[in-house]
C-alpha cells in the first residue's frame, strides 16, 4: 500500500524535466510505499510534448507515477524574454493550488493523508507558497551542480548580509572568491544573469532565499565529484538538509527521450560508430537550446576539418516563430556549412540534426565530447568516462566549464567566457578555427592527464550509484525523511 505521494513540479524544460522524471522513477524503485504525481507546466518548447509522449509508452513509469499535463494558463506568458520563466510559473500557481486542493481536500478520509510533500524545480520557488497553503514540507531539486547552488547562494550573502551589490562591480578582470571554491573564479565566468540589474540578479537572489525555506535540497551530484562544494553549503547553520544523490541522469542509451527516435537515426548513428576504431571520434553537441551563426558554424567546420579527427557534429537551427523555443533540424546542411565540407569530409564526419546523445557517448568508439557544459550532458559524460572539450553557451554553463577545467581537471578548455544569447541570437565572441582544433587535440592525446581522470570518474561515479555508495546512500536518507514527515 502507497504511504507517501509526492507531488513533483518540475520546469517544462529538457534539461529540468528528464532529471526530475529520472529522480521521480528512482524513487518509487527504491521504496515500494512511495508514488509521484508530476504536474507538467506546460511551456512552449519544441521536444517536451515528444518527450511526454515517449513517457507514456515507457512501462516503468506505470508504476508508481503519473502524469498531469496542464493546460496552458488563462493568460499565457509568450517565451520572449529572461523574465519569462518566472513570469509563466507565477500564473500556472492558481491552477496549481486547484490541482493540490483536489488531490489532497477531496479524497476520502483514508486516503487523505497520502500527501506528504511538494519536489520543485530549482526555477519554481513560488510554488513554495502552495505546499504552505496545505501545512506540507517542501523539498527543491537542484538539477545543476553544487557549485553552482554555492555561487548563488554565496551571491545572495553578499547582498543581504553584506550589502553590497554585484551588478556595481562588473569587470571581466575581476574575481570573486566563493567558498568551495579553490580557485578565486573570474566575473566573466558567472551567468549573464548576475549582470542585469532590472531582473537577472533580483531574480538569482529570490531563488536562493527560497533555498533557504525548502524543507531539504537534492542536488544532482555526489559527493565524490563535488566533495569541497558539497561541503561548504552544509556548514551554513541556517541552511536546510542536503542529499547529494546523482547522477540522477536516463544512462539508458536506448532511450534518450525522444518519441520519434524510431526513425532510423539512431540506428544509422550507432551504425556508423560500429565501424570505427575506439575512442577516434569527436563528438561535438551543444544541449537543447545551444545553436550558433553560420560565421561560427563555418568556424567550427574548419576547425574539424584541420583536426583531421573523426566526428559526430549535432548540428541545429533555433525555432521561429509561434513563441515556440528549441531547435530543429536543418532542411540542407550546404546552406550554412563551407562549400565542399561535406564531401571532403564524408569519409571521417557525420554532421547530423538530431542525436542520440546517450548511445554516442557510451559508444566505445567515442574519445570525446565537445560539450556546451550543460549539467546533464557533463554528468552523462563523466557517467561513460569521456573527456570534455568546453564550450559554454548560456545560463550556468560557463560557470560549470569552469568547474571542470580548473577545479576538477576533468576537461580541456576551448573558450570558458563564450556567452550565447538565446534571446537575441547572437554571441559575444567569435570562436576561431584554430581555438577548436587545438582543443579537440587536447582533449584526443590518448596520454592526456584529463583523459585518464575522465576514465577514472566513469568508475567513480558508477560505485556512488550501487548499494552502499554515496549517492545511494543520500537517496536512501531522502526516503525515509519523506516517509517520516
Known amino acids: 500500500m502507497k504511504a507517501a505521494e509526492l507531488i513533483f513540479i518540475p520546469l517544462a524544460a529538457m534539461g529540468h524535466l528528464v532529471p526530475a522524471v529520472e529522480l521521480a522513477k528512482r524513487l518509487v524503485a527504491r521504496d515500494e510505499r512511495i508514488s509521484i504525481t508530476v504536474l507538467v507546466l506546460k511551456l512552449p518548447f519544441d521536444e517536451i510534448e ?3 509522449q515517449s513517457l507514456k509508452t515507457n512501462a516503468a513509469i506505470d508504476r508508481g507515477i503519473k502524469f498531469l499535463v496542464l493546460p496552458e494558463p488563462e493568460n499565457p506568458i509568450v517565451m520572449s524574454s529572461k523574465r519569462s520563466v518566472k513570469k509563466t510559473v507565477e500564473a500556472y500557481k492558481p491552477l496549481v493550488k486547484q490541482i493540490v486542493r483536489e488531490l489532497i481536500v477531496n479524497r476520502p478520509d483514508s486516503e487523505s493523508q497520502l500527501v506528504r510533500g511538494f519536489v520543485i524545480d530549482m526555477s519554481c520557488v513560488q510554488m513554495m507558497d502552495v ?15 553544487a557549485g553552482f547552488l554555492n555561487f548563488m547562494l554565496h551571491l545572495q550573502s553578499l547582498s543581504d548580509d553584506h550589502g553590497v551589490d554585484v551588478t556595481e562591480l562588473k569587470d571581466p578582470n575581476n574575481e570573486l572568491d566563493i567558498p568551495g571554491f579553490r580557485n578565486r573564479v573570474p566575473f566573466k565566468v558567472l551567468p549573464t544573469l548576475v549582470w542585469d540589474k532590472e531582473f537577472g540578479c533580483s531574480y538569482l537572489l529570490e531563488l536562493a532565499r527560497g533555498y533557504r525555506k525548502a524543507k531539504g535540497i537534492i542536488i544532482n551530484t555526489f559527493m565524490e565529484l563535488e566533495s569541497d562544494t558539497l561541503h561548504a553549503v552544509s556548514k551554513g547553520a541556517d541552511f536546510p538538509p542536503i542529499y547529494p ?5 536516463n544512462v539508458n542509451p536506448q532511450s534518450d527521450g525522444r518519441a520519434d527516435g524510431t526513425d532510423g537515426t539512431r540506428d544509422s548513428i550507432v551504425r556508423w560508430l560500429d565501424d570505427q576504431p575506439p575512442a577516434s571520434v569527436v563528438f561535438l553537441c551543444f544541449g537543447s537550446m545551444g545553436s550558433m551563426g553560420v560565421d561560427q558554424m563555418r568556424e567550427v567546420a574548419d576547425g574539424l576539418e584541420q583536426s583531421g579527427h573523426r566526428f559526430v557534429w549535432a548540428l541545429r537551427r533555433p525555432s ?8 530543429r533540424d536543418y532542411e540542407n546542411f550546404e546552406d550554412v556549412l563551407p562549400a565542399g565540407f561535406l564531401d571532403r569530409t564524408a569519409g571521417i564526419g557525420r554532421v547530423v540534426g538530431w542525436a542520440p546523445q546517450a548511445a554516442i557517448l557510451s559508444h566505445r568508439a567515442t574519445g570525446a565530447f565537445v560539450s556546451h557544459c550543460g549539467w546533464n550532458s557533463t554528468l552523462e559524460s563523466l557517467w561513460c568516462g569521456v573527456p570534455i572539450a568546453a564550450w559554454p553557451m548560456y545560463a550556468e554553463q560557463q560557470l560549470n566549464a569552469f568547474s571542470l577545467v580548473r577545479e576538477l581537471g576533468l576537461a580541456v578548455e576551448i573558450r570558458l567566457d563564450y556567452v550565447w544569447d538565446r534571446w537575441t541570437q547572437s554571441s559575444n565572441v567569435l570562436v576561431k578555427a584554430d581555438e577548436l582544433e587545438k582543443g579537440i587535440r587536447q582533449v584526443m592525446d590518448a596520454e592526456s592527464v584529463v583523459r585518464k581522470k575522465a576514465k577514472t570518474m566513469r568508475e567513480v561515479s558508477r560505485m556512488a550509484m550501487v548499494e552502499g555508495g554515496s549517492s545511494y546512500t543520500w537517496l536512501g536518507h531522502f526516503v525515509e525523511d519523506v516517509l517520516r514527515t
Open 50 to 52: 515528444s518527450y511526454i
Open 131 to 145: 505546499a504552505t497553503e496545505h501545512n506540507l514540507p517542501c523539498y527543491v531539486f537542484f538539477a545543476s551542480g
Open 245 to 249: 544523490a546523482g547522477l540522477i541522469i
Open 320 to 327: 521561429s516563430g509561434g513563441g515556440k523555443l528549441g531547435l
